[in-house]
Nanobody
Framework: QVQLVESGGGLVQAGESLRLSCTTS????????MGWFRQAPGKEREFVSA????????FYEGSLKGRFTISRDNNKNTVFLEMNSLRPEDTAVYLC?????????????????WGQGTQVTVSS
């Protein structure tokens, strides 16, 4: 069956970095666009970043570009999110997702598969 398993979250101080991983199985990883979303308590799930099949294109929520970097390793069926200069407002559960095509990347309903998420907490 399809599985997406996130790891790498934790508690850090403001200004520090984290690298999240999402290891997948059960679908043709290299044929899917991969993405990251986040959801803070009491807030809607929001788009963070996405990367196309062969890493040819990357997309970011506007305010995160420059601090966050998405990448993928198609040999390991894994997508990564490098997060630098973390801020308290980055505190959320971070989820990875997969979809077979482009389109409305920011729309949660358009993504096919989801992981359970990993908690990121940034203290001030």
């Amino acid at each position: 069956q399809v599985q997406l398993v996130e790891s790498g979250g934790g508690l850090v101080q403001a200004g520090e970095s984290l690298r999240l991983s999402c290891t997948t199985s059960g679908f043709a990883f290299s044929d899917y666009v991969m993405g990251w979303f986040r959801q803070a308590p009491g807030k809607e799930r929001e788009f963070v970043s996405a990367i196309t099949w062969s890493s040819g294109s990357t997309f970011y929520e506007g305010s995160l570009k420059g601090r966050f970097t998405i990448s993928r390793d198609n040999n390991k069926n894994t997508v990564f999110l490098e997060m630098n200069s973390l801020r308290p407002e980055d505190t959320a559960v971070y989820l990875c997702a997969a979809r077979p095509g482009l389109g409305e990347l920011v729309a949660v309903r358009t993504w096919s598969y989801w992981g359970q998420g990993t908690q990121v907490t940034v203290s001030s």
